[in-house]
């Protein structure tokens, strides 16, 4: 135990002297001259015309964006292709020091010695457990959350606010995820035929709680939400909001610039907790149609039923990576369980290996996974089309998210990587809609 310990000390340690050897950043995040351009007139090509073209109407938008934009673009979103894999690997080998060195055991063994309450041993376990992963974890997560994301323009945090927002995250994993740890090994000790269809159901249900409590509870955790007053920025919203059926009697704003520039909105809630959120940086640098489209298009998930879509799927999702789980587990503890001593699938040192096998579960599942959100994506941006009709607001929006996202990918790249239509297939689809439904055209 002494030795982990060690390791892990000095990885901190390091990363520290890593962190404070770089010069701070400014605090405006933005780099001038890199950000997507703020469209401030309709390009020739894409105005109406007697013979608009959506192909020379999509070209002639994509040509606003500067060179050294688009470069940068596109370098820091093929970059995140290797984070999945670099992730991925990182992850395993962490997994593999903690039960090839005996240190998943050796924080059992010490949980066992504290108690004799099983559930409490469960949570001891879970304690240790996702401290030292996130220790030892830290150093990527620093390069990719922190320096990375800086070196691009998209954060906006000093490194000690960075750091308390990680904090923070570990005291939420460490409560949530420490329940449902707790619950599950519970269902694996008494179900030892059946558990895993049981634990599929029970994580099933503790993502639906958390999708819940989410709005309320854990977003204030990091950000102020606050309610909007301005009548100009909060009526046409609400009326757009009234007129496809959705009960929203208030707009809040979130501050996302805290953390990133990055733009985004979202409806959330049931009933009379109803909600419509738009993130600061939308608000500060959208124009109204931008505004308007993002809204139809956040309106488009909340009518067409995409968060019980969703959950469907990841029942379904859920079943699925259990079956491979058990067959993994009893597999892998047959070839290896006494080396790594332990006991069985009820036992919590087994944490490390269940972890192991759903990152590689995730990644494999990468492209179906994208391929699902990228789908339901696309309909809430046909659906936001004809609910705001503002396809050049809508246009500017997918520029304006090209900041972090590749504007121009190939097929197969789209597909593998894409959790949301690429800008050209975005702006291509708002120009197609322009042509075909825009009275002037006609
Ligand atoms: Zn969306």
Excluded at 4 to 9: P, W
Excluded at 66 to 95: C, H, K, N, Q
Excluded at 129 to 136: A, D, K, P, R
Aim: charged share 15%.
């Amino acid at each position: 135990m002494r030795n982990f310990l060690f390791v892990a000390g000095l990885l901190l340690v390091s990363a520290m002297v890593w962190a404070a050897g770089t010069p701070p950043d400014s605090a405006a995040g933005q780099l001038p001259g890199t950000a997507m351009p703020t469209i401030t007139s309709v390009p020739p090509a894409a105005q109406p015309s007697p013979n608009f073209n959506a192909d020379a109407a999509t070209d002639a938008y994509l040509a606003l964006i500067p060179a050294e934009a688009r470069t940068r673009s596109d370098a820091y979103f093929e970059g995140g292709y290797w984070m999945i894999l670099w992730d991925f690997l990182y992850l395993v080998v962490v997994m593999l020091v903690l039960l090839n060195l005996g240190w998943s055991a050796g924080m059992r063994n010490l949980a066992e010695r504290i108690t004799r309450f099983k559930p409490l041993q469960t949570l001891i376990y879970w304690a240790q457990f996702i401290v030292v992963m996130n220790v030892l974890l830290f150093p990527l997560s620093v390069y990719e959350d922190y320096f990375r994301e800086h070196k691009y323009g998209l954060a906006t945090q000093t490194f000690g606010p960075w750091l308390w927002d990680q904090v923070k995250n570990l005291g939420v994993d460490l409560v949530l995820m420490g329940v449902l740890t707790v619950v599950l090994f519970g269902v694996v000790r008494r179900l030892p035929r059946t558990w895993w269809i049981w634990g599929a159901a029970v994580s099933l249900v503790f993502v639906v709680f958390v999708i819940l409590i989410a709005p309320v509870y854990l977003v204030p955790i990091f950000n102020k939400v606050t309610r909007l007053d301005d009548p100009k920025v909060t009526q046409p919203i609400l009326r757009l909001a009234r007129a496809n059926g959705i009960p929203a009697r208030d707009v809040f704003e979130i501050d996302a610039s805290k953390q990133t520039t990055r733009m985004s909105a979202n409806v959330s809630g049931f009933g009379r907790t109803m909600r419509v959120t738009l993130n600061d940086n939308l608000l500060r640098r959208g124009s109204v149609e931008e505004i308007q489209a993002v809204m139809g298009h956040e309106m488009g998930h909340y009518v067409l039923n995409h968060i019980y879509k969703t959950i469907l799927f990841l029942s379904v999702v859920c079943v699925v990576f259990f079956a491979f789980l058990r067959w993994g587990l009893e597999a892998s503890l047959q070839w290896w369980g006494e080396k790594w001593q332990i006991k069985g699938i009820g036992d919590t040192a087994v944490l490390p290996l269940v972890v192991l096998l759903g990152s590689l579960f995730g990644f494999v599942a990468t492209p179906v996974l994208n391929t699902f959100t990228r789908t339901l994506e696309h309909e809430a941006d046909m659906y936001g089309l004809n609910a705001s009709r503002q396809p050049d607001g809508f246009a500017q929006a997918a520029i304006h998210l090209g900041e972090y996202r590749k504007m121009s990918p190939g097929a197969m790249e789209e597909w593998v990587f894409y959790d949301h239509p690429s800008g050209r297939h975005r702006i291509h689809d708002a120009m197609t809609w322009k042509a075909e439904n825009l009275k002037p055209l006609e």
